[in-house]
Structure formats: structure tokens, C-alpha cells
Antibody, heavy 118, light 110 residues
Framework: EVLLVESGGGLVQSGGSLRLSCAAS????????MHWVRQAPGKGLVWVSR????????SSADSVKGRFTISRDNAKSTLYLQMNSLRAEDTAVYYC???????????WGQGTLVTVSS | QSVLTQPPSVSAAPGQKVTISCSGS????????VSWYQQLPGTAPKLLIY???KRPSGIPDRFSGSKSGTSGTLGITGLQTGDEADYYC???????????FGGGTKLTVL
């Protein structure tokens, strides 16, 4: 069974930092592109960032470029999102998702809530 | 404002059929596959349709997808109360080099 479990969310002040983790199991982690998608309270889905199988190719949404960094540790089957200079508008549930390079997201984690107080 | 445009809400009676549209442009839907996701209240999104019209294993054939030009469509037949959820379309935008989603459509089964 494919399982993605996010952790690391919480309450942080504006300008602060958080590191999210996504532990993967039930599949060969190193064989898939991985993504972060977020959803502000009561709002829709917004793609955040993606990383290639070996971590050599990374893309991010303009809204987080220069502030958020996606990375992965294939030996630990874990995806990360380092979030710096957090803003109130970054408040959202953050989901990790297994996907193709530029296609669909086949499996999603349960999400972790990040709340940025101003 | 979302890159892809969906109707905010649709409704239909149990047993009936409903379609949800997703409008984009040549840089996204026009040149990339469309996928659809179902998000039940309080849960994570779930993949319903990928590559325009393919269903993952376990997704009933009541759900279907199609694409024409720069628009995609999700169809749901034999509506059940358990289908009440938010539905999102998604694709890749080659110009933005970013994943994009529609704003979501809330389905109400009356």
C-alpha cells in the first residue's frame, strides 16, 4: 500500500521558518517525481514545487521561489520542504503527492497544517 | 484567480448525470494531459481521472473524462449522495513551468 505521511507543520510567526517532511512507503521512492501542493483554508489546490527522481531537477511556483526549497533523501524515502521567510498567505494545509514529471498526482498524503501568524 | 476555470458549483438529483467543465489555454490543457481529483470534506484529494480519460484501478466507470482543444470535462453518472465533494481539474502549464489547478467545483446531490 502506498503511504505518504507529512509532518512538521505548526504555528509560526511571520518571517519564521519551518521544515516539512513527507515519509513515503509502499513503493520505490526513488522511481517517482514528488510534489508539494497546498490548500489555504476554504480555498482550492495550489501547486507549490516538484523534484525529479534524483533531485537534479526542481521547479517551484513563483509565489514561493527564493523562499521555499524542495529536497529529497532517497535512502530515507523522505521528501522535504524547507520554508523560510514565511508570510500570512502561506497559511495552508500542505500535501505531498507522488506524481509524474508534468502530469497527474496519483497519491496524496493526509496533509500537514501550517499557520503563519502576523 | 486560478489558471484553469471551473464552475463554482453544480447540482443534480441522485441517479442523474452531471458534467463539470475545465477551461484552459494552449499552454496548459491544449498541450498537456488533464487530470481530475475528488476531495471529500475534510480529506485529501484523490485521483479520479488521469491522462484525460483514464481511470486508476478502483475508480468506478461512473466517472469519465474527456478533452477537446483547451477544455476538459469530467462526467459522473448514476449520482450518489456519497459523490458530494469538491472536484478539481489539473494539468501542467508549459509556459509557467508549473502545475496548475482549477478553482474547484462543489457537487451537490440533491
Amino acid at each position: 500500500e502506498v503511504l505518504l505521511v507529512e509532518s512538521g507543520g505548526g504555528l509560526v510567526q511571520s518571517g519564521g521558518s519551518l521544515r516539512l517532511s513527507c515519509a513515503a512507503s509502499g513503493f520505490t521512492f526513488s522511481s517517482y517525481w514528488m510534489h508539494w501542493v497546498r490548500q489555504a483554508p476554504g480555498k482550492g489546490l495550489v501547486w507549490v514545487s516538484r523534484i525529479s527522481l534524483d533531485g537534479s531537477t526542481i521547479s517551484s511556483a513563483d509565489s514561493v521561489k527564493g523562499r521555499f526549497t524542495i529536497s529529497r533523501d532517497n535512502a530515507k524515502s523522505t521528501l522535504y520542504l524547507q520554508m523560510n521567510s514565511l508570510r500570512a498567505e502561506d497559511t495552508a494545509v500542505y500535501y505531498c503527492a507522488r506524481g509524474a514529471a508534468a502530469s497527474h498526482f496519483g497519491y496524496w498524503g493526509q496533509g500537514t497544517l501550517v499557520t503563519v501568524s502576523s | 484567480q486560478s489558471v484553469l476555470t471551473q464552475p463554482p458549483s453544480v447540482s443534480a438529483a441522485p441517479g442523474q448525470k452531471v458534467t463539470i467543465s475545465c477551461s484552459g489555454s494552449s499552454s496548459n490543457i491544449g498541450n498537456n494531459y488533464v487530470s481530475w481529483y475528488q476531495q471529500l470534506p475534510g480529506t485529501a484529494p484523490k485521483l479520479l481521472i488521469y491522462d484525460n480519460n483514464k481511470r486508476p484501478s478502483g475508480i468506478p466507470d461512473r466517472f469519465s473524462g474527456s478533452k477537446s482543444g483547451t477544455s476538459g470535462t469530467l462526467g459522473i453518472t448514476g449520482l450518489q449522495t456519497g459523490d458530494e465533494a469538491d472536484y478539481y481539474c489539473g494539468t501542467w502549464d508549459s509556459s509557467l513551468s508549473a502545475g496548475v489547478f482549477g478553482g474547484g467545483t462543489k457537487l451537490t446531490v440533491l
